[in-house]
Structures are given as C-alpha cells and as structure tokens.
C-alpha cells in the first residue's frame, strides 16, 4: 500500500500539519524538524500527490527571480524575458540583485520557505547555501550549479567554447587568451574554458586562462584587463567570458594604439539583442536568451505543482560573425 | 475647528470606514465613491494626519517599479539602483516591464488601490491612465508627466540638452540633426527638443527634429534610423536622444562608409555606467542615474507616510566628453 502523509507524520513523531508544512515549504521550520520529514519521507519512499501538496498551500503569485544585476544587459535582457513569460500565467515577480549583497539570497530562500513567494529563479554565483540541500524546493538554477536536486537551466557552454575557440584558429591565429571567472565558482560557464583548452590542445597550442572575478566594478575590470595586455604583450586574439568584458577590452586595445581586428581579434559571449545591435561588429557566441527564460518558466510551473523535470536542461548556441574575428 | 474624517464621510454619504479606505488607497471602490470622498474632502479643505492614514493600513513590504524594460541599460541601472535603496528600507520589489503590454500599468495601480503593495514607482511612457486623477496616492514618476498631483524625479533635460547642442556647435558644424520621441508623448524628455530649438535658432540656424519611437524593435528602428541619413545626407551630426540610438546610429554609419567623428559627428544622451565603459569615445550627456534612484525612493517614502513633497525634483547632468564629438 502507498504511504500516506499520516505515515510520514508517525514515522517523523511530528504532526500531520507539520509534515504538510514541510512538503509545501510553508512557514519557519527548525532544521531538525525539516531533516526528520525528508528522512522519513525517503525512508517510506513517499510520492506526495497534488492534494497533499496543496493542503496548506496558498498561492501568492509571486515568484522571487535573484539575478547579479540587471544593469548586465544579459540579466536584464534574461529578466525581462522571465517577467514577461510569468506575468502570461498570472505570476508577478519579486526581483532582487545580489551583486551587492550576497544576503539577499538567503533572505529570499526564506521568503520562499515562509510561502511568501511561490518560487524561485536564481543565476546568482554566490554558493554553498546550506538550505538548499532540502530537496523539492520550487528552484530552478539558471546557468549556476547549485545542488544535485534543483533543475539547471543552461545554454551549450561546452558547444560555445569550441565554437569561439575554432573560430579564432581558423581566422590563423595561434596566441590566443581566453578569459573566464575564478573556476572556483561552480558554473557551468566553466565548460566555455574546458572547451577551449581542449581546442588548444588538440591543435598543439598552449592554453592561457586569464582569471577575472565578475563582480568587479567596472573600474577594477579595467585595470585587470590591461594587466592582461601587460602579461601577454604578443597576443593575437582574446575570446571574452561576456560581452561586456569583450567590449571593455576592445576599448582598452583602442586607448593603447592596438587596431581590432587587425592587431587583435576578439570573440565574445552572450550575444544580447542590445550588443548585436549596437556592437554588430563583435563576433560572440549567442545565448538563447528568450528560449532559456521559457524553458525555466516552464521548469519552475512544473516543480510548483509537484510534476517531475529533468535535472538539466542544455539549450543550442549559435556564432555570431562579426569583422572583430578576421584578420 | 479642523474637520476630521467624520466629517468627511457625512457630507460624502459613506461610512468612516470607506472614507478611511479611501484615504488610504485600501479596497476595491467604484469610481464614484473615490469622487464623492475626494470632493468632499476638498470642499472641507481637510488635511489628515497621519493616525487616520495609517488607520486601516496594513503594510505589504513590496513596492511595484514600472519601467519600459530593464533590457534597457538605462532602466536597468536604475531598477538596479532603485531595488538596493528600497531593500535598505526593508522593501523587495516587483517589477513590470510595460514596454510589451501596455495593461501592465494599470495592472499595477489596481493592485496599490487594492493594497497589496504600498506604492508605485513608474517610468512608463502610457498616457492617460485616468485612475491616477485621484490625489494622494503614494506614486512617484521618474522622468514622466503624470498628473498634477504626481511628484516627478527628473534630471535637468533643458540643461542637457543645451550642453549637448552647444557642443555640437563649438565643433564647427552647423547642420545638427536631432533625434526624440514623438512630442504626444508628455515626457521631460521633450525639453532636450526644446532646448535643441532654442539654441539653433539662437545661433541663426535650422533645427530638424526627428521622431523616432522608443518602444520600435531594434530592427524598426534600424529601418528608421536609415531613412534619417537618405533624408539628411548632408548632415554633419546627430544629437541622439539615448545613448543604444546612438550605438546603432554610429554601427548604421560604420555600415554605409562614413567614419565617425571625420564625417559624421554624434552626442548621445543618458550616459550609464555601461556606455561610458564600453563605448567610452561617446560623447554624451550623464544623468545622475544613482542620485536619481535615491531621491525618487524619499519621496515615495515620505508620500507613503502622509509627509508631504515637493512636485518636481530636477537634478543636475554632466557632459562626458569622448571623440564623437569633436573634427
């Protein structure tokens, strides 16, 4: 016979009001209490229906969406895609950036604990939240590795990476820089680097990644960048980690006498509306960023309503040729 | 004697209870009972304090910020702005991106008369939404027109625009185009056109004033930013009214041969954190994005606390001087 919610209240030695609390993440349980459900959940292998989901469950159409920034063209382009995919199926959304103030994470996931929100989207780079471990959270990861349980939501970073790195070797360059953030933080962006060091290789070439943390101000970027143009003076072509950072470098390669494309070729990543519009010269990789908003959307509504998902979800990127990948 | 809500509340024909919903902005009420309730409150000239505003009022925590979309660097920066100064206060966010669905607004302004959020910022470009004729509500615009009991949170566009032109003009050219929203749209922003006016006509030469939507696609405006140079191919500068317009003006120009600043001069406007990073060569005008979070955020506090606020509150520009702008 399936086990009941009752059970799993019997086993836990907690009531059923409490094990329901706990199934839907509705107000502030002890972390004992949270470990004793799941651990009697697990043991009973419990399958919660949608009723039992829902018993205490009071839907607040929000949805909290934590983001570094909006001020990124990627995260704002991303954010007004998520807000507009929401606000279709009647949820409005809480937006908080967590660049500066890596707390907010934490007060948001107790928000969601507190059924304050009915769910989140995150793509922040901050780590090791311990609250994330209670399994059948409504979280979905964009772009960021969280825990073994919450859905990811990602585009080809692998695919990108030997995409930009090929691209550069064909133009018949052979010193190339690739730059990306601390390989510390567990994101998925980490493959773009993985690819191209294998591409390096594979063509005898020696790899060089160049470390820059993406939560600098744009004025500490700067000085790291040109530390780049310092160590490597004899570079032929850099693949940048975001646009942004690509159109920074093109700058500082302005302001130091360099022509792009002719003294340095540049690849970027993200591939915004606003960059190919603005900047259509910059040859990037292109996210799809309206289709991964879609995609968490979808993800998240799933989880919600107890629905099983995929665990990973890896969507196509695509080559932009702009002229800053030609000699 | 001072009237009190009592008093209010007899000569509209409603219990206290509606006027005090009324004074607070609590509740659905039908569109006559808010204007029996504001004409009476006129009539007795009554002024309440804050015990009767905050009679039925039950705080949410939530402020809703309206904007056309943060995939716009300028928006982006200041919801980014707006969302740190209220989270200091103790206040999340909920976003509406309004440039897809001209609904969202009044989405939004139904959800603060039924109190589920304690106040408004906007920077929409929708008109005539006629709910805002009711006063007192705890409503701040940035950079918009609304009605006369609105506070507006601006920077000085007049001066903006002066500087931008008069810049123009020390350069040597004389034949300056520029580009704005159409002018039926009540913007401050419609100041730079008239300070534009001003001082070409100042200088005994002819303003051309091209209108061009904001909320066309990239690849509209593109179309129309074409028509621009095959209807003024002698022009020898722009005076773009943002600082995207200006990106894609300057890619259009790259694309059809001419060369920037040589044959083609250009001054953007808005001057974000991202522009002057990555296309530092734009001259352009810098509105105090940050200040202008900040300031919006006090008098929406003070608004919401029954203090009472100025009505416009214009805060001062910079010219940033990059390469476009000078032969």
Do not use: C
């Not at 909290?64 to 007004?80: Q, W």
């Not at 510390?184 to 060091?197: D, I």
């Amino acid at each position: 016979m399936k086990p009941k919610l009752e059970d799993v209240a019997k086993l836990a030695g907690v009531s059923k009001t409490t094990a329901s609390h706990v199934l839907n993440n509705r107000g502030y349980l002890s972390e004992k209490t949270l470990e004793k459900v799941h651990d009697a959940m697990e043991t009973l292998n419990y399958q919660p229906n949608a009723a039992a989901r829902q018993l205490f469950k009071q839907k607040t159409g929000l949805i909290g969406l934590i983001f570094p920034t909006v001020s990124n063209p990627f995260f704002g382009e991303l954010v007004n895609y998520l807000e507009y995919e929401l606000y279709q199926r009647d949820f409005k959304v809480i937006i908080g950036n967590s660049l500066q103030d890596t707390h907010k994470e934490t007060d948001y996931l107790n928000q969601l604990l507190a059924g304050q929100v009915d769910g989140l989207i995150l793509g922040t780079h901050n780590q090791g939240i311990a609250e994330y471990k209670y399994s059948h959270l409504p979280v979905v990861a964009i772009d960021r590795v969280m825990n073994s349980d919450i859905p990811i939501v990602e585009s080809d970073n692998y695919k990108g990476g030997i995409l930009a790195t090929q691209r550069l070797i064909n133009a018949g360059v052979t010193r190339i820089i690739h730059t990306n953030g601390p390989s510390s933080l567990e994101t998925p962006a980490q493959r773009r680097r993985t690819a191209y060091e294998k591409v390096m290789t594979d063509y005898g070439l020696e790899p060089h990644t160049f470390t820059i943390d993406f939560r600098l101000s744009f004025a500490e970027k700067k000085q790291r960048y040109n530390e780049l143009f310092e160590i490597y003076p004899d570079m032929e072509a850099i693949f940048v980690s975001n646009d942004v950072d690509a159109g920074i470098v093109m700058s500082i390669a302005k302001e130091r006498g360099q022509n792009i494309p002719a003294d340095l070729l540049v690849v970027g990543y993200d591939g915004t509306e606003l960059m190919r519009n603005m900047v259509p010269e910059l040859t990037t990789i292109v996210q799809p960023i309206e289709e991964m908003a879609k995609v968490a959307v979808d993800v998240l509504l799933k989880r919600i309503s107890g629905t099983k998902t995929e665990l990973e979800y890896i969507l196509p990127v695509d080559l932009w040729e702009g002229e800053t990948s030609n000699r």
